[in-house]
């Protein structure tokens, strides 16, 4: 609840870090997917998480 008002502010920035794909969409609107430390690629968290999660289904997610 704390975190959904602080989202709500105007004029607010807050960096969140998750692997909780399922809820990303409902507390951000726009997310930045991470490899190896670096920006792989940013945009609104429904198109990202279907990137991530069709490269992740074929393997291609590197970690680590």
């Given at each position: 609840?704390?975190?959904?008002?602080?989202?709500?502010?105007?004029?607010?920035?807050?960096?969140?870090?998750?692997?909780?794909?399922?809820?990303?969409?409902?507390?951000?609107?726009?997310?930045?997917?991470?490899?190896?430390?670096?920006?792989?690629?940013?945009?609104?968290?429904?198109?990202?998480?279907?990137e991530y999660?069709?490269?992740?289904?074929?393997?291609?997610?590197?970690?680590?």
């Amino acid at each position: 609840k704390k975190l959904k008002e602080l989202i709500s502010r105007q004029d607010t920035t807050v960096l969140l870090v998750s692997h909780n794909l399922e809820k990303l969409p409902a507390l951000s609107d726009r997310v930045i997917w991470m490899e190896k430390g670096s920006v792989r690629k940013i945009g609104d968290p429904e198109t990202i998480i279907r990137e991530y999660q069709a490269e992740a289904q074929n393997g291609s997610v590197k970690n680590g």
